[in-house]
C-alpha cells in the first residue's frame, strides 16, 4: 500500500489544486447541489491565474500519494479552515482525514485554541466526525443562486 506524504505548497502545484477544486465540485457537488449552484460556486472556465493568486495568498497543505497530487487543506492565521479538497478519484479512501490531523497538529502548534470552518453539505459530515460543533446555518446567494453550508468549530 503507498503512503501519503503531506508538505507545503509549492507554486507548480497550483493548476493541480485549482483542477482538484473544480473536479471535485463539478462531480462530488453534484450528489448535494443543483448544477446551476456548481456553476456559480466553480464557475466556468477556470481562471488559473486567478487561483493561483488565491493559493499563493493561503497557501494549503498538499496531500501527494504516488506522486499524484491528491488533495489540499488550508489553515489561516485565525484558525479558518478556508479549503479542505480530495481530488474525485481518492474519495473515502483517508486523505482528508490525514490532511486534518496534519492541519490541527500545525494549529496546536501555532498556539490556536479554536478552528472554524465554512462547511458544504458534502463537507459537514467529515467536519463532524473530526469533532466539529455546528454553529449556524449559512446562506450564500452569489447570481441568483443560494449556496448553504454550516458554520462549524472545534475548540482545541
Known amino acids: 500500500m503507498s503512503t501519503l506524504t503531506i508538505r507545503d505548497f509549492e507554486l507548480?502545484?497550483?493548476?493541480?489544486?485549482?483542477?482538484?477544486?473544480?473536479?471535485?465540485?463539478?462531480?462530488?457537488?453534484?450528489e448535494y447541489y443543483t448544477q446551476e449552484q456548481i456553476n456559480e460556486w466553480a464557475p466556468l472556465p477556470i481562471d488559473y491565474q486567478h487561483w493561483t493568486k488565491r493559493l499563493e495568498d493561503w497557501p494549503p497543505?498538499?496531500?501527494?500519494?504516488?506522486?499524484?497530487v491528491v488533495g489540499f487543506i488550508?489553515?489561516?492565521e485565525s484558525g479558518h479552515i478556508e479549503w479542505t479538497y480530495?481530488?474525485?478519484?481518492?474519495?473515502?479512501?483517508?486523505?482528508?482525514?490525514?490532511l486534518y490531523d496534519?492541519?490541527?497538529?500545525?494549529?496546536?502548534?501555532?498556539?490556536?485554541?479554536?478552528?472554524?470552518v465554512n462547511a458544504s453539505k458534502f463537507a459537514s459530515p467529515f467536519f463532524s466526525k473530526q469533532g466539529f460543533e455546528?454553529?449556524?446555518?449559512?446562506?450564500?446567494?452569489?447570481?441568483?443562486?443560494?449556496?448553504?453550508?454550516?458554520?462549524?468549530?472545534?475548540?482545541?
Open 102 to 116: 496534519f492541519l490541527e497538529q500545525k494549529a496546536k502548534l501555532q498556539g490556536l485554541s479554536k478552528l472554524t
Open 86 to 98: 480530495t481530488h474525485k478519484d481518492y474519495q473515502r479512501q483517508g486523505i482528508a482525514s490525514q
Open 12 to 30: 507548480a502545484d497550483a493548476k493541480a489544486l485549482t483542477d482538484i477544486f473544480y473536479d471535485t465540485i463539478h462531480e462530488v457537488g453534484l
Open 61 to 68: 497543505f498538499v496531500a501527494i500519494k504516488d506522486d499524484v
Open 74 to 76: 488550508t489553515l489561516t
Open 134 to 156: 455546528t454553529i449556524e446555518q449559512v446562506n450564500s446567494e452569489r447570481n441568483g443562486q443560494i449556496l448553504v453550508n454550516w458554520l462549524m468549530e472545534k475548540h482545541l
